[in-house]
């Protein structure tokens, strides 16, 4: 990444280092050379800043539309994928600019994009490049996790029952649309390290993405576990995200899906996995034992009907817990902050039984986030850290305060928004200020995406009309016998 060297120093009020430190008062933070220099008793007083590390979004899909844009609000996640379709295929470096802009908009420095929704106007590598080139035009480091997949392209199991249910309409569209042969897992493992060749470096690193165990074979994952083993490479999945992929993983690695993972070489500190809502507390004791991450995505997990992630025991138990926004921000606005205290609400405590710590906090929207998407452990706000600070209004924030000694982390998970950010610096570069994206003129953006989606939304008229009876089918389908025993 290009470090801004522009020097400047931010009056902060508070500073929120992230990873343990006490939390300090009326501090310069001076930034220079995309690090930060110093930090040194200030002048900022009331009207300064509240200053904390980046936010980071270690599960997101670089996604071009919100769901209810196309009516599928309120539907479980294994109806709900084959929603995305409806999606036009449009310009991947257009869809990705405005995916990367909202996101640094809600306060993150650092995204894992993990390609699952490939638009296929190019060629893969030249569709990878032009993401990169949006991560990079916006400011934001960012993983680009290219998505692996072979197995169950409809269902968890054999489709033909599914499809038997369907008209004959319906069925050629599900068939053309869905059912297409995937290239070999060789091709598709080997496809990782041809696109890391082309746009790895400044900010963008890549790493393995298999879809998760439903949707990879045995000889795809055990490729994927040697080649991170060989190279080092990092890995991110999902895992374990509905009661409906628990039943297959029981059905089909009967000794235990973590225990196979880890048998492959994919369960250590490389890795992370997406979701985990249905882990059993020896799989998190091994995923704790084993130093990988998980990353929890609570609106996501309430939205498309997926649960409540035990993100008490993660921690009781060790683990190395992150953010991810999945796509599907509680508002649809992508807002980090809102993110990080729905989570917090959600799981804070019982009573009095306090079951996540304000450090613990700090660390799942920060640097554990930062771990999975960087590889790297960060140092919070010192003297030579890299300078992505997240710099909000203390001012706004403080405005209705009576009690004038009220922590500062108080105030911003009781309150905080995307609108109280003044400024996002990533590696020094201001990519956000006074709430805007700097260097782009997003609302233009955001009605040009529009403007396109509208214009060729109807070349998915045909997956629009099949829908209904697709949906019922997969409803069907897992209510069934298989997924009730
Ligand atoms: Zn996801």
């Not at 899909?61 to 999606?87: K, M, N």
């Not at 070999?184 to 400044?202: F, L, N, P, R, W």
């Not at 009907?305 to 926004?325: D, N, T, Y």
Request: hydrophobic share 45%; proline share 5%.
């Amino acid at each position: 990444m290009v470090a801004d060297m522009t020097q400047r120093t931010i009056a902060a009020s508070w500073l929120l280092p992230g990873t343990g430190e006490a939390v300090a008062k009326n501090l310069a933070v001076a930034i220079g050379d995309g690090k930060v220099v110093s930090v040194e008793q200030g002048q900022g007083g009331g009207d300064g800043a509240l200053v904390l590390p980046a936010l980071a979004n270690a599960h997101d899909h670089a996604r071009v539309a919100r769901l209810s844009q196309v009516g599928s609000y309120d539907v479980p996640l294994e109806a709900w994928l084959p929603y995305l379709t409806l999606i036009p295929a449009i310009d991947p470096y257009l869809a990705s600019l405005v995916s990367f802009a909202r996101t640094a908009r809600g306060g993150v420095g650092a995204v894992m994009a993990h390609y699952t929704r490939v638009q296929g106007l190019t060629d893969f590598p030249t569709e990878a490049k032009a993401v990169a080139r949006a991560a990079r035009d916006i400011g934001i480091r960012m993983a680009f996790a290219v998505h692996c997949r072979d197995l169950n392209p409809l269902v968890y199991d054999p489709h033909e029952r599914l499809l038997a249910e369907l008209s004959p309409g319906a069925c050629e569209c599900v068939t053309r649309r869905f059912l297409r042969k995937p290239l070999s897992a060789a091709d598709q493992v080997a496809m990782v390290e041809t696109v890391a060749a082309e746009i790895e470096g400044d900010g963008v690193t890549v790493q393995y993405g298999p879809a998760g165990v439903q949707w990879c074979t045995d000889p795809m994952l055990r490729l994927i576990g040697e080649a991170s083993a060989r190279t080092g490479r990092r890995v991110h999945m999902h895992l374990l995200e509905t009661k409906y992929q628990r039943n297959w993983a029981d059905r089909n690695y009967p000794q235990g899906v973590v225990r196979y993972l880890d048998e492959i070489g994919l369960v250590n500190e490389r890795m992370s996995f997406a979701h985990c809502i249905y882990l059993r507390l020896d799989e998190i004791d091994l995923i704790a034992e084993r130093g990988a991450t998980i990353v929890v995505n609570t609106s996501s997990n309430l939205i498309v009907s997926s649960g409540v992630a035990p993100v008490a025991e993660f921690i009781k138990r060790g683990c190395r817990v992150a953010m991810g926004l999945d796509g599907l921000a509680f508002d649809e606005d992508e807002d980090a902050l809102r993110e990080m205290r729905l989570a917090y609400a959600l799981h804070k405590a019982s009573g009095f039984d306090i079951r996540v710590s304000r450090d613990d906090l700090m660390r799942f929207a920060t640097v554990n986030g930062r771990f999975a998407i960087t590889g790297k452990l960060d140092e919070g706000i010192a003297p030579g850290a890299l300078a992505d600070l997240l710099v909000l209004d203390w001012k706004a924030l403080s405005a209705e305060l009576v009690e004038p000694e009220v922590p500062p982390l108080d105030v911003l998970l009781a309150k905080a928004r995307q609108q109280h950010i003044k400024s996002l610096f990533v590696a020094g570069r201001e990519v956000v200020r006074d709430g805007k994206v700097t260097g782009i003129d997003l609302p233009a953006l955001e009605a040009e995406l529009l403007a396109v989606l509208r214009a060729a939304y109807a070349t998915t008229a045909d997956v629009r009309a099949a829908m209904p009876e697709l949906k019922a089918a997969l409803h069907k389908h897992y209510a069934g016998p298989l997924y009730c025993a």
